[in-house]
């Protein structure tokens, strides 16, 4: 009873960050007119994604949990289920890795990104993010894409079906859907990412060095500076690129393992381990995209911290008020890693 108490704890404190970080972040965009710009499209659609994932998904998986896999709803929402975990996962690592080519477009030309980033491109990127991520999910599931004998799963499994409770709403697969998905949904946007952010990288040890280059008469600040600045960049790529391997990379593995063995009873505790592995990385986004960003660092320190007047001004706390503008000082609209 202590143990499943404690799983009761850990996964509804687990969905309640996830969702609450979203959320944040959802309303930061919303009252911050500094927020109101076309490089915040990506961190909103990724805190929308995860905030579904947080309300439509994570619930349903927490269930399972509790029920040692045990699914009760029938074979129909079971499969929609699956279908909303598979797209708002997809969805949600695809616009990672739109995030990270934005970025880079941001920090290696500057004043060419206004040109290179227009709302229509954007509006395309998301279009094209949401239709793979459907593809692969409900399309391809209610087809039976996903299967080894190509028939939609769970079709004879009705609802409140006596005897039927023992049975479990598991993903099946085939190895030549499993390669696939786990190529264009995974390892190919891991590869750009790791190309992207090391460019980043690049471009921000150049800044460093001309930052050391141009300031000769003050050399030993010029210094602090730079090497201020070329640790936070290591420091923050190393974050970003870091959570979203060590979140992603091993249940991708397993998945494609699983599917490659054709394994279609696979160990419940490795399996969700790994699962929950890739959900924690919903709720890390919210902490590692929008807070490595001034802008929204004040935004969220606005909505978290002030409070409105009788005449709607916010009023914070003198010291807390001070530590905000130190930590949110220069370059606050700036679209890059900030």
């Known amino acids: 009873m202590l143990f499943t108490a404690l799983r009761w704890v850990v996964l509804v404190a687990f969905i309640a960050v996830t969702i609450c970080g979203n959320v944040l972040v959802c309303l930061a965009v919303a009252t911050s007119r500094r927020l109101h710009q076309i490089s915040s499209c990506f961190i909103l659609s990724l805190a929308v994604t995860d905030l579904l994932l947080g309300l439509l998904v994570l619930p349903l998986s927490a269930m399972l949990e509790l029920r040692n896999g045990r699914w009760l709803l029938g074979g129909v929402f079971c499969n929609i289920y699956i279908s909303l975990d598979v797209m708002l996962c997809s969805a949600s690592i695809l616009t990672l890795l739109a995030i990270s080519v934005d970025r880079y477009l941001a920090i290696s030309n500057p004043l060419c990104y206004p040109r290179r980033v227009t709302p229509r491109r954007v509006g395309i990127t998301l279009t094209a993010i949401w239709t793979c991520s459907l593809a692969v999910s409900f399309v391809s599931i209610n087809l039976g894409w996903n299967t080894p004998d190509f028939r939609v799963q769970n079709l004879d499994w009705d609802m409140w079906d006596e005897g039927e409770e023992g049975r479990t709403c598991r ?26 952010y090391h460019r980043i ?5 150049e800044q460093v060095r001309r930052i050391r280059a141009t300031t000769p008469s003050f050399a030993q600040a010029a210094n602090a500076v730079a090497t201020a600045r070329e640790h936070k960049a290591t420091v923050t790529l190393a974050a970003v690129l870091g959570a979203f391997v060590i979140c992603w990379f091993p249940y991708f593995t397993y998945f494609t393992c699983m599917g490659m063995w054709a394994e279609t009873h696979p160990n419940k505790l490795t399996h969700s381990i790994v699962l929950w592995l890739g959900y924690l990385n919903s709720a890390l986004n919210p902490i590692l995209y929008p807070a490595l960003n001034r802008g929204f660092r004040r935004a969220c320190g606005q909505l978290l911290c002030c409070r409105r007047s009788n005449r709607g001004t ?4 003198p010291l807390l008020n001070e530590q905000i503008q130190i930590f949110c000082t220069s370059n606050e609209n700036s679209p890059g890693l900030t």
Do not use: D, H, S, T
Request: proline share 6%; net charge positive.
């Open 171 to 196: 993903y099946e697969w085939n190895n030549n859907y499993v390669l696939l998905k786990a190529f264009l949904i995974f390892y190919l946007p891991l590869l750009v990412m790791c190309g992207m």
């Open 201 to 205: 990288f690049c471009v921000a040890r």
């Open 314 to 317: 916010a009023i914070c706390p």
